[in-house]
């Protein structure tokens, strides 16, 4: 086995009334005047309103709030919310959101621990050292992103339409709180698209060339609860489906923190930048199609996935040389049987995508940080027919 290297240092509070454990995470952590970040849905849905009530009964202030962070965490919004947190003499971020609003606050926090000014002068991993300590709970409202258990960061830059990976142990929170509450208002459409990007994420994890055993376990567990719960909360959801979710979003976000993302994420980024689709339905778009991209050389991988995917009768009942594609299928399968359920664009046509876009995709693609651990090499030309056949 080859070197590798896995940290997730972040403490997890889940399950039932786990958010209620948020007043004694701040006391341990030391904060006592936490800047609250969050987005204008997740505010208007009522969430964040659940987290204040709870501060409000302890002697937390819960005046320093700030709920406009747009859909794309981007450059100018964590520069601008980095001066709020100074000028309001916070000592601590709480986040609750999906992935926007959690990586906003991780560019906040990082811009903040390494006494500057401006996240793009901190761009290169290399820059990046330990830095002053500023305590950062997450609550995530979504049940895809794992942002809050993983050393990544995406963040737009709008003066060139890409997406930045930041990449840093630094941009770990200390704590993320995993309560049914949180995505309990959750539209059905939502919950199917941030499902399939944590399923992504764990295809991705076990597929990658830096994947290692600890977060192959983390990948499939996932990949076990997203198949078994995720049907069921579009249809009949219960406390126990909601929170399995939730979880397996979480377990997703420390397999791929630690194995990284593949062809998939490369292009979904390069078509969030270039044509506005959201994440979660760019990757359930993209999946099948790149899997059968890169089968010839994640064909082990795949075959083991099926046991993960379809169980252990069908995974015995299928010869072994047909348990990659027939992993592929079920994929397809499970994505087709989503949509019914929520009426998901499966197409990028659906999302306004046109083939003139192709190759500016493709070209931001290639040079996307995700494509680095993809087992297969993938080209413009490659990456325009993934595309054509997801149009
Ligand atoms: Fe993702």
């Known amino acids: 086995m080859s070197y590798f290297e896995f940290i997730n240092s972040v403490k997890i509070c889940a399950g039932e009334n786990a958010l209620d454990n948020i007043v004694y995470e701040l006391s341990f952590l030391k904060c006592s005047r936490p800047l609250i970040l969050s987005d204008s849905g997740v505010f208007n849905a009522g969430v964040l309103d659940k987290v204040i009530d709870i501060l409000k009964k302890s002697d937390i202030p819960t005046d320093a709030v700030f709920t406009d962070i747009p859909a794309d965490s981007s450059v100018l919004i964590i520069n601008y919310i980095a001066k709020i947190y100074s000028d309001k003499s916070c000592d601590g971020i709480i986040a609750c959101g999906g992935g926007s609003v959690i990586d906003t606050a991780k560019g906040v926090r990082l811009v903040l621990a390494q006494q500057g000014e401006d996240i793009l002068a901190l761009k290169g991993n290399e820059i990046i050292k330990k830095g002053t300590h500023i305590p950062f709970i997450v609550l995530p409202t979504t049940c895809g992103t794992g942002s809050e258990c993983t050393a990544v960061a995406v963040i737009k830059n709008h003066e060139t339409g890409i997406k930045m ?46 994947k290692n055993p600890i977060s192959d376990v983390y990948a499939t567990t996932a990949i076990k609860m997203i198949v078994e719960n995720l049907p069921i909360t579009l249809k009949n959801p219960t ?103 929520c009426s998901l664009g499966l ?34 030309e490659e990456i325009i027919e993934i595309l054509k056949k997801c149009l």
């Open 165 to 210: 990976e930041y990449i840093s142990s630094e941009l770990l929170p200390d704590t993320a709180i995993i309560d049914v509450r949180l995505t309990e208002t959750l539209p059905k459409k939502l919950i199917a698209s941030s499902a399939l990007d944590a399923l992504v994420h764990s295809i991705e994890a076990f597929s990658s060339a830096q």
């Open 347 to 380: 197409k990028l046509s659906d999302y306004g995508v046109t083939s003139e876009q192709f190759p500016a995709i493709a070209q931001k693609a290639i040079n996307d940080g995700a494509i680095i651990v993809n087992r297969k090499n993938a080209g413009v």
């Open 239 to 341: 406390k126990e489906t909601r929170t399995n979710l939730a979880l397996a979003s979480t377990l997703a976000g420390i397999a791929f923190s630690n194995a990284m993302v593949g062809l998939v994420h490369a292009i979904g980024h390069a078509c969030g930048g270039e044509c506005g689709i959201p994440h979660g339905n760019a990757m359930a778009i993209l999946l099948p199609e790149c899997m059968k991209y890169n089968l010839d050389s994640c064909k082990n991988d795949y075959s083991e996935l099926l046991l993960y995917l379809a169980g252990a009768e069908s995974y015995a009942n299928t010869p072994r040389e047909m348990r990659a594609i027939k992993a592929i299928e079920f994929i397809e399968n499970f994505e087709n049987e989503i949509k019914e359920l």
